[in-house]
């Protein structure tokens, strides 16, 4: 069992940045295929950064070299850095382990 708990949401105005943090607890967290992922009321909840494997990492082409995923094993924690954030960019964003734990999301609203 693997409990995430996500943080760093709020609003922004665009071309502001933010940085989401994902808390892992309940399993060996380096062991975990840590992603980010986000959903819009009305549609379906879209990747935006995920580690496929051996330092390998898919980012949304909406968020290429905008948005940076990252990750301390040491503080169990998962980040997502974003950069010159967007209006298209408001949503709330989830945090994922290996394709199948969820936290409970955290609001990002880019708005002036």
């Known amino acids: 069992q693997v409990q995430l708990v996500e943080s760093g949401g709020g609003l922004v105005q665009p071309g502001g940045s933010l940085r989401l943090s994902c808390a892992a607890s309940?399993?060996?967290?380096?062991?975990?295929?840590m992603g980010w992922y986000r959903q819009v009321p009305g549609k379906e909840r879209e990747l935006v950064a995920r580690?496929?494997?051996?330092?390998?990492?898919e980012y949304a082409l909406s968020v290429k070299g905008r948005f940076t995923i990252s990750r301390d094993n040491a503080k169990k924690t998962v980040y997502l850095q974003m950069n010159s954030l967007k209006p298209e960019d408001t949503a709330v964003y989830y945090c994922?382990?290996?394709?199948?734990?969820w936290g409970q999301g955290t609001q990002v609203t880019v708005s002036s």
């Open positions: 580690e496929i494997g051996s330092g390998i990492i």
């Open positions: 994922n382990a290996d394709g199948y734990y």
């Open positions: 309940g399993s060996i967290f380096s062991r975990l295929t």
